[in-house]
Structures are given as C-alpha cells and as structure tokens.
C-alpha cells in the first residue's frame, strides 16, 4: 500500500517552544535543529559558561552556512533571538516539548523526569534522545508516563536525517504522533521503534563498530579498516572514526547495554574499546581516541 498525504503524522498538540536540557554535543545541535526550524528553545544548563558555549556552537554552526551562502546575516540573528538560556529548570514551565539530553546515567536522568513532572506545564511532552537507556525508565520517574517519548537523534544532529521515535507501552498514540508530525516539520525523518536496547540503528551499528575493534586487535591497522570500509561500503566514515565522532564512552555505554539485553556471544564490548575510556582517550571531544586530533 503507498502511503498518501493522509496518512502522514499530524501535530495533535500545539508546539511552539521547546526546551533542550543539556549543553554537550547533541544538546547542541538539537537546538540548532529547532531554532533553525523557527522554534523558540529555552536551553537549560548546569552553568552560564557551558549555556554560552551552546550559543558559541550554533553560532559557528551560522557562520558556517553564512559563508557558504546559504544564510544570510539577518536569518543568523533571527535564529539566535529564539534562544534563550537558564540554569533554572523552573524556566521550562510553558514549554510545550521538553528534549533531554544530559548525561547516560539512569539515575541523573530519572531525577531529571522527576523534576520535569514537577515543573512542566500538563500537555508538555517530555522527551529523552537516550541512546542506551530504557525510555520506560525515564516514564517511571514521572506521573504521566504516556507523555513520555524517546527521540532520539544522531550525531551530528543538525546534518543526520533520522530520528528514531521510541514508545513505550504506555506512551499515547497522539504524543507518538506529534512528535513524528514534529520531526517532518523540522526536516528529518522519524522511524517509530519499540524501547529495547539499541533500538534499531545502534543494534544493528555497534556489534559492527566493535567487531571492527576486536579486527584490529589481531593486528589489522585502524587506517586500512577505515579506508576498506569507506571505499567498499560508501559509509562517510570508517569505523574508527565514527568510533571518535560518537565518543568511546557513549560507544561502551551501548555495547553494555546490548550485552545486558542480548547477552553472549558477540556483545562483549572489545577490550580495547574499555581500555580507551579507561585512558580518558574518548575521541573528538578529548582530541585523542582511535585517532589523533591534537
Ligand atoms: N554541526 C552542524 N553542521 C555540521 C556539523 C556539525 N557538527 N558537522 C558537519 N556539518 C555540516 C557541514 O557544515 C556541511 O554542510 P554543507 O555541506 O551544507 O556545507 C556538511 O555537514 C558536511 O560536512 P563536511 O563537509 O565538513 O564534512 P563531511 O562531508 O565529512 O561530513 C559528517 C561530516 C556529516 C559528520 C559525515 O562525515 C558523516 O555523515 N559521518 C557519519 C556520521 C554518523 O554516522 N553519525 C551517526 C553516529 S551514531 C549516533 O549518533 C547514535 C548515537 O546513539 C551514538
């Protein structure tokens, strides 16, 4: 059967503003997304500095598209005048869709639903871009776990089309709705996904990243899988630096939570992969990782 236009997503709830908590990387970039969308997005964040390295971020992210003449200087300024910062969660008490995206620890993302329930206006959609947690954990910290979706985007966010949708059993078919409607509008593409681990990209992406680790420790150099994979398979990165674009951290995080799900064989994490989070060696973002970007 061919989808028609009909059958397409409707916003079933209004959205106007949305809240980003977080200020890393897919914090980041998930409200360029937004704001570039013609959304308002309040950003909460732990401090002043990191909320103005957000902006400096997006900003650069501008500039960028200013260059090369995709933007023009008065749209730059229209996108940042719909940012606006706090350290105060209590500042997300009218946004109409919340999209966490701290760190991958249950229990700072539980306290954090907690705090949403608590704080968020009834009808808000409180949404987590987890990639390793279960969504229906973040739901059980709340009294009002049919508001409750994963979102979860790609890094990075503001260039990668798919945003996989993830429900839970209690989550309502309208909030599943809204946000698939939502992401059309702000240019990507959803994919609905049930809560297991890894959803259906990571389960399917880091048995192959770490499958590429264990290659290299029996002695294949990291450039040759690197080159052979992106010349055989046209995949814009080979796995070691993909490896440092995601980060080794959030790489192992998943590849436990596979293991938990999926168990032996196949999913232990390589041991390299530990040993370089152990040396803090976690990719881009610390300059070092696979490769070296110092
Ligand atoms: N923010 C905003 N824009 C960015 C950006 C960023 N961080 N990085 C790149 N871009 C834009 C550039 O401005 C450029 O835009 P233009 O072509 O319109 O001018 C475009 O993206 C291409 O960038 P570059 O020319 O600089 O470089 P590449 O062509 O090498 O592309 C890449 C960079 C988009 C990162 C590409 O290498 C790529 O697609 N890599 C694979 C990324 C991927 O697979 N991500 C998924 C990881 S898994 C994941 O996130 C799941 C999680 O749970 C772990």
């Not at 040396?279 to 973002?285: D, N, V």
Request: hydrophobic share 45%.
């Amino acid at each position: 059967e061919t989808p028609s236009a009909d059958d397409a997503p409707q916003l079933r709830h209004d959205i106007a503003t949305v809240g980003v908590v977080g200020t890393g990387t897919m914090a980041s970039g998930i409200v360029e997304v937004f704001a570039k969308a013609g959304y308002d997005v309040v950003v909460v964040g732990r401090s002043d500095d990191k909320l103005a390295g957000v902006v400096k971020g997006i900003e650069k992210s501008l500039d960028r598209a200013i260059e090369k003449g995709r933007l023009d200087a008065a749209a730059k300024e229209q996108v940042l005048g719909r940012l606006t910062g706090s350290t105060s969660r209590e500042a997300l008490a009218d946004v109409d869709l919340v999209v966490e995206a701290i760190a991958e620890d249950l229990a700072v993302k539980t306290e954090l639903f907690g705090d949403l329930d608590r704080i968020c206006k009834p009808g808000a959609i409180l949404a987590t871009t987890t990639s390793s947690l279960p969504i229906g954990d973040c739901a059980a910290a709340t009294k009002r776990p049919e508001w409750v979706i994963g979102m979860h985007f790609f890094n990075p966010a503001p260039v990668m089309k798919l945003v996989e949708v993830v429900t839970t059993e209690q989550t309502l078919p309208e909030v599943d709705e809204t946000t698939k409607a939502l992401c059309a509008e702000v240019g990507k593409v959803a994919v609905s996904c049930g809560d297991r681990a890894g959803f259906i990209v990571n389960c399917l992406l880091f048995p192959y990243l770490n499958d590429a680790v264990t290659l290299s420790e029996s002695g294949v150099a990291l450039d040759e899988i690197d080159a052979a994979i992106k010349a055989e398979a046209n995949f814009p990165m080979g796995p070691f630096q993909l490896l440092d674009v995601v980060g080794n951290d959030v790489s192992l995080a998943i590849q436990e939570e596979l293991l938990k799900e999926f168990g032996e064989p196949g999913f232990e994490p390589a041991a390299t992969l530990r040993d370089k989070v152990a040396a803090g060696e976690l990719g881009r973002k610390t300059k070092k990782g696979f490769h070296d970007y110092s």
